[in-house]
């Protein structure tokens, strides 16, 4: 695990290196840059979260790395993305479609926006294994039934035969999950899977999505908006803030020495199963900057209660500090050092 400066290629045993990646938009009002100079590591068999508001970035990263946003002249790409040690960002469309699906696959938020609404569950599983691990129909059928069974649906063999429309939110998404592990990916992006779900199917597919994880010794980028979710599944963190990455470590790090104060704010504003009905959730103040117009200085001061002038001015860069190097953030006065100060 680790974030911020890479040495890309160089004895390292990652997966997927992400190095100091750009992907900006081009507008009629201006340049939005949505993700602004990321880097980070994935190594195989660990599931890394990536946590933000709505607005943050977390899906265009994503999408950059798996090459789906257009190419059109509206997007400006800069930065590497290594996957075992070939850069993504060379490769024609071509090969990027020979990576998607049988080395890199996605599971996306909304299952019906990747499922396809007039073909049967069986036909739309064993397509993938036909075209990408060359299986035979009799064959695809068998290991499709297998698949569906192994994302917990019960009676496999029936629900091939159904469309999505018949099937539950959370059901649609297994099967969504399904068709993306017939390629047998060594990684695994899944963008805000459990979003529309209700808490309980939400567990369900975090605790299938650890258990596969773990089963195949497969990496997953697992991206929500929700901290605890977050906290509760993953090995590592990185936590978005108006295209940047503000704070990465351990999952459990961040649990006991949480530094940056947009990463504290997340924490509070997600809802607690304790709570009362109709309690109040707790917001952050304000609103994200504009991407066409980033202020200078931390891009979180104007929404941040321990603001002062050098945060106005000046940005953080993302580094750790003291004797845990893997604990990156970026924020001139991280929350320990202002309780140590108090």
Not at 183 to 208: F, H, N, R, Y
Request: proline letters at 6%; a positive charge; hydrophobic letters at 40%.
């Amino acid at each position: 695990m680790s974030a911020g400066n890479t040495d890309a290629g160089v004895g390292s045993r990652a997966l997927l290196e992400v190095v100091d990646l750009h992907t900006h938009f081009i507008t009629p009002r201006g340049v939005a840059r949505a993700v602004d100079g990321i880097s980070f590591k994935l190594e195989r068999g660990r599931m890394l979260g990536i946590v933000g508001e709505s607005g943050s970035g977390k899906s265009v990263l994503s999408r950059t790395i798996i090459d789906i946003l257009p190419h059109d002249g509206s997007v400006l790409y800069q930065g590497r993305v290594l996957f075992e040690g070939r850069d993504l960002r060379t490769l024609s469309r071509r090969q990027m479609r020979d990576v998607r699906g049988r080395d890199i696959a996605m599971v996306f938020q909304d299952p019906m926006s990747s499922l396809n609404p007039v073909k049967k569950i069986g036909h739309q599983i064993t397509e993938v294994l036909k075209k990408r691990r060359g299986f035979s129909s009799v064959d695809a059928r068998i290991q499709a039934s297998n698949l569906v069974a192994s994302v917990g649906i019960p009676d496999p063999e029936q629900q091939l035969n159904r469309y999505p429309m018949h099937l539950s939110g959370g059901m649609r998404q297994r099967v969504a999950i399904a068709i993306a592990l017939a390629g047998q990916p060594k990684l695994l992006i899944a963008d805000e899977p459990t979003t529309a779900l209700d808490v309980s199917v939400q567990a369900q597919i975090m605790s299938l999505l650890r258990r596969i994880q773990k089963e195949r010794n497969m990496a997953v980028i697992f991206i929500s908006h929700n901290l605890g979710i977050i906290a509760g599944y993953t090995d590592d963190v990185a936590v978005m803030y108006a295209g940047q990455i503000v704070e990465y470590c351990e999952t459990q790090s961040l649990l006991k020495n949480m530094r940056m104060p947009y990463t504290e704010d997340l924490k509070n504003s997600a809802p607690e199963l304790s709570a009362k009905p109709h309690s109040r959730l707790t917001a952050i103040p304000g609103l994200p900057p504009n991407l066409l117009d980033i202020p200078p200085g931390c891009r979180f001061h104007q929404r941040c209660r321990y603001a002062r002038q050098k945060c106005k001015t000046a940005m953080p860069t993302l580094a750790a500090e003291g004797g845990d190097a893997g604990h990156l953030y970026a924020c001139w006065y991280p929350l320990a050092n202002r309780e140590a100060e108090a």
